[in-house]
């Protein structure tokens, strides 16, 4: 009886092979694709890969409008050509299948990991998902070390089903708002915009936050307020009256405390305190934290910690839990990491003082515990790589440490009948700060004061303020607040704000809404409210956890989520009029660069339907102007027109490349430094390139070339005998 053990990355399958393979595996491949093979008493084990979802969602038909309603799922590869690679994995995972009876599923233990290895094994068994139980089994696993994949793999169980049909209703009801919306949106354009938008379950909402931030911030009028201060050997102590709105009230209590000639200390309380360690990370404060800490994008974060995890680093990252219970067997790994030099002091200092019990947060997994190191020495980290591991492993060591002992101190002084206080806070043993340097502590000491004693003011100071607005979301932040509100996943949540960056909704790293997405957000909001409301979301992520948990089915969350759909489609319909013009107008006023030079009208940046962008006037057919532009780069009206050729000049931002501006004219003089630049740089180009490949040349031939063979030694004549 032959088994197919399936993983989701090859990487994952190597360590698994290992594991279980004791030595004993052999490395095989069908074309460029690897596997692995064992010998065993009953027969031989496999282990394959595959690389990610090897089977999506697709309509049925060919259906080029909306609504549409049925779906299936499909190989990847058929479906999307950047998909292609797939079908090396999923043809060798086919051949294998035919010598094998039992099947698992080991790829990762949250609900993506159940919907990838699950429809491997519908597809290569060719039996109904309810009765997949028969024939396949799940390993369950957090690290991919070598003692967690034996555990589990000795202690595999049946599938986990429920995942699987709440994996399978998130992927479809998803698929169909996405598709049936964003074709919607789409179609709202004018037929001479070729640009494709989108819309979606969680991104409608997503938009509507920041929107809805954008929206406060413009309509914020700062207020004027004042503070009353006193400084007092140096620290600033304020009035007690806190902010005051009306300049009389300042002003009076300004002249009451200058009046006085010296002040009153009327209360001095000091109390020590303690303060705890942070939790352990789950994904979402992991990227918070490497947000503040390191400047990390979240799915930059996200994508550092999946190769760490691959690589037996660290547990598996896609986790809500702050939890780290005994059986990770964490004296075990603390050891582990005393043997590193780079932790070995503090780890060491743990395990002496027996600190094995760690400060946990409230949030639960039921998958997967916190982040963790699994005490594997790294090697050949990036730089990137080694900075996210040192951060999770300090986080890791400070959970065991003692609490931060902080002397804190509040001081009130009478000034002229008028209360000024100011608090401190002075740091006695640093405690778990020690280990964890990302933490800051600010401190502050007042100065010596004895309750009734005589003080002086250095002075006292009236300050004008203004009340400042909301402050913009990051990246970080708005993943947290979609957290908060139970919209997404922990593994979606960062890829559909990159969309929304993509479809050139919001910009900037603190988060702006552009006119073009707000336009859509105002658009939808007015005329289809509940595509971008949290309600429905909402509903329908509480439908799908049921899934999870055994009280509704995949079908009637399936159909009251279609429901939900048609409503909404039905609703943009019946305004889509008023839809369109509003997003063609927005769509021209967000799109314009300039003025043409020919007519005057706006020209535009359009889209052909191919995906090229370039410009060209609004006032076409009549006026037939256009200019190329830059591919894969977004283009920034500069309000500035070229003084040779009367077109406008833009800014051109390509990512991971500076800036720069150029007008739109191909044929400008201006351009002749450019391409000027650019023919030097592609002639030394060229000329390196020649120079290696001939140095190259040359060393091959001398390689290759024969070696002289040494002159023989003359032979030595054998001495002749003497003669008697």
């Not at 549409?68 to 797939?86: G, I, M, N």
């Not at 399936?558 to 997003?583: C, H, T």
């Not at 490349?657 to 002749?672: A, G, H, M, Q, S």
Request: a positive charge; aromatic letters at 8%; charged letters at 25%.
């Amino acid at each position: 009886m032959n088994t197919l053990i399936i993983a989701e990355k090859p990487s994952v399958a190597l360590r698994i092979a290992i594991a279980i393979g004791n030595g004993a595996q052999k490395r095989m491949a069908i074309g460029r694709v690897s596997y692995y093979e064992i010998d065993g008493p009953s027969g031989k084990t496999y282990i394959a890969a595959a690389v990610g979802h090897l089977f999506t969602i697709r309509q049925k038909g060919s259906v080029h409008g909306y609504p549409v309603l049925d779906v299936e799922w499909a190989p990847s590869y058929s479906v999307s050509k950047s998909s292609y690679f797939t079908k090396g994995y999923l043809d060798v995972l086919k051949s294998i299948a035919k010598d094998c009876s039992t099947f698992v599923n080991a790829c990762d233990y949250d609900i993506e990991g159940t919907v990838i290895g699950t429809n491997i094994i519908k597809e290569l068994s060719s039996m109904p998902v309810s009765e997949l139980g028969q024939i396949a089994k799940r390993m369950k696993f957090s690290t991919t070390t070598t003692r967690d994949l034996l555990a589990a793999y000795s202690e595999m169980t049946p599938p986990d089903m429920n995942n699987f049909y709440a994996g399978e209703a998130r992927h479809i009801l998803d698929w169909l708002w996405g598709i049936n919306l964003s074709r919607a949106l789409t179609s709202a354009m004018s037929s001479s915009v070729h640009m494709m938008l989108s819309i979606g379950r969680v991104q409608g909402p997503a938009l509507a936050l920041l929107a809805k931030r954008e929206i406060d911030i413009s309509a914020f009028v700062p207020k004027p307020f004042w503070k009353v201060a006193a400084t007092v050997e140096g620290v600033e102590f304020l009035s007690e009256r806190g902010d005051m709105f009306e300049k009389e009230a300042a002003d009076a209590t300004l002249r009451a405390a200058a009046a006085a000639s010296d002040g009153t200390v009327k209360s001095v309380e000091a109390k020590d305190e303690q303060k705890w360690p942070w939790p352990p990370f789950d994904l979402t404060s992991l990227q918070l934290e490497a947000s503040r800490a390191l400047r990390f994008d979240p799915s930059q974060t996200l994508a550092l910690a999946q190769a760490l995890y691959e690589r037996s680093y660290i547990s598996y990252p896609r986790t809500s839990s702050q939890k780290l219970p005994p059986s990770l067997g964490l004296p075990r790994i603390l050891e582990d990491l005393s043997k590193n030099p780079e932790y070995a002091q503090h780890a060491s200092k743990l395990i002496a003082a027996k600190r094995f019990r760690p400060i946990e947060g409230s949030k639960v997994d039921e998958a997967h515990p916190a982040i963790f190191p699994t005490g594997v020495m790294p090697k050949a980290l990036s730089p990137q790589e080694a900075k996210l591991y040192d951060l999770i492993t300090r986080r890791f060591l400070a959970c065991f440490a003692e609490p931060m002992q902080v002397a804190r101190t509040k001081a009130v002084i009478d000034f002229g009948g008028e209360a000024f206080a100011a608090s401190g806070a002075v740091v006695k043993d640093k405690g778990w700060l020690e280990y964890y340097p990302f933490a800051r502590m600010d401190e502050k000491e007042l100065p010596a004061l004895k309750e009734g004693a005589r003080v002086r003011a250095d002075s006292i100071d009236l300050r004008e303020l203004e009340t400042q607005p909301p402050r913009r979301y990051t990246k970080a932040s708005i993943i947290s607040e979609l957290e908060k509100r139970g919209l997404g996943t922990k593994a979606t949540r960062a890829g559909i704000v990159d969309t929304l960056f993509r479809r050139n909704y919001v910009e900037g790293s603190s988060i702006k809404v552009t006119d073009f997405g707000m336009t859509v957000y105002k658009t939808l909001a007015k005329n289809c409210e509940m595509i971008v409301t949290d309600e429905t979301t909402k509903k329908l992520e509480e439908d799908m956890e049921g899934i999870a948990k055994g009280a509704k089915t995949e079908e009637e969350v399936i159909s009251e989520g279609k429901e939900m759909l048609m409503q909404a489609i039905k609703l943009f319909d019946r305004n889509k009029a008023q839809i369109a013009e509003a997003m063609k107008s927005s769509f021209a006023s967000a799109n314009t660069v300039g003025k043409c030079p020919n007519c005057g009208g706006d020209l535009v940046i359009r889209r052909s339907m191919r995906g090229k962008q370039f410009v060209s006037c609004s006032n076409y057919p009549k006026c037939t102007t256009s200019y190329p532009l830059p591919q894969m780069a977004k283009i920034v009206p500069t309000d500035q027109v070229c003084q040779y050729c009367h077109t406008p000049i833009v800014k051109v931002i390509r990512k991971g490349r500076p800036p720069f501006e150029i007008d739109l004219d191909p044929n400008c003089v201006t351009k002749k430094e450019f391409k000027e630049a650019y023919e030097a740089k592609k002639a030394a180009k060229e000329q390196a390139k020649a120079e290696a490949a001939g140095a190259k040349k040359a060393k091959a031939k001398k390689a290759a070339k024969p070696k002289a063979k040494p002159e023989p030694a003359a032979k030595k004549k054998k001495p002749q005998p003497k003669s008697k």
